[in-house]
């Protein structure tokens, strides 16, 4: 049988062709490789997506973790995010916060804002200068989300849970409420993530979806009974779309972390392989 001619055309394309064809290239500093998303960069955020590469933690090796404590070093992880801070542009504070699979969103207004990253939330807003905000991630989707207009931003986490509890429309109606943000000025960023081709999730995932968005069977892909594959990436995109973001400023990176743990971690590969995985850092910031 025959393949298509379209289809040996994209399987030989180059990594660096598709980033492009996506908007995201890559920037490397020091052995560290970070995944950036041009569409941001060229609206004045500074942003970027780490990967596993190039860091000082054992998982196995020379591996970037950049969260985790009770796995991982205090010493090797302030190191870590050292290095991949170091390959964004600029002299920038950052922080977190203490990641729970809520729908929450902080607000980041003042020094003791950026002080505290043990509060519990899982998306982050703000419009100061000279800081990044984050997000940690090893499968979950990050979403980076920039006002054009006022210069706020959002670093978003989303996992199934928060995709579930709409927390990208969350992150916005705080942007809306606090700095004055129309959603026809937002550009957004959907990070590297478990996608549908290897997300195989169970009854209580595609039961809580079917409560809360009626509409969402193509989201998944049926395997067996009561499980099915889900894609994530298409889902906070569709959340992104319902509030008004258009469509044209909205990129999403071509990559599986469960499918290239090469270049991320993946909680669910790595888990039950090893016992532990590392984690990502996804950061937003104004030029």
Not at 201 to 214: L, M, S, T, W
Request: glycine share 6%; net charge negative; with cysteine.
């Amino acid at each position: 049988m025959s393949v298509p001619i379209d289809t040996i055309i994209e399987s030989q394309k180059s990594e660096e062709t598709i980033l492009a064809e996506n908007n995201f290239y890559w920037r490397e500093k020091d052995g560290i490789k970070v995944l950036i998303s041009q569409l941001l960069e060229e609206n004045g955020f500074v942003n970027g997506f780490s990967t596993r590469l190039g860091g000082v933690s054992p998982f196995p090796e020379n591996s970037l973790n950049l969260a985790g404590f009770d796995e991982d070093s205090a010493e090797n992880i302030f190191e870590n995010r050292r290095r991949f801070l170091n390959v964004l542009d600029g002299n920038h504070k950052f922080t977190s916060v203490w990641q729970i699979h809520s729908d929450l969103v902080k607000v980041v207004k003042t020094q003791a804002d950026i002080d505290n990253t043990e509060e519990k939330y899982d998306a982050l807003t703000s419009n100061l200068e000279n800081l990044l905000i984050g997000v940690k991630t090893a499968d979950c989707v990050p979403v980076l989300v920039g006002d054009t207009l006022t210069g706020a931003y959002s670093a978003i986490h989303a996992g199934w849970r928060g995709t579930v509890e709409s927390i990208v429309i969350k992150a916005i109606n705080k942007m809306q409420e606090n700095f004055g943000t129309r959603s026809e000025n937002l550009v957004c960023a959907i990070g590297p993530a478990a996608t549908c081709q290897s997300y195989e999730i169970g009854q209580d995932v595609i039961d809580a979806f079917a409560k809360n968005f009626p509409n969402s069977k193509h989201l998944f892909q049926p395997t067996k009974e009561g499980h099915a594959l889900i894609d994530l990436h298409l889902a906070n995109k569709e959340q992104l779309l319902s509030v008004g973001v258009q469509a044209e400023n909205i990129d999403i990176a071509p990559f599986c972390t469960m499918e290239r743990t090469d270049l991320f971690f993946s909680y669910r590969v790595e888990k039950r392989k090893f016992g532990k995985t590392g984690r990502l850092l996804s950061v937003i910031g104004k030029r």
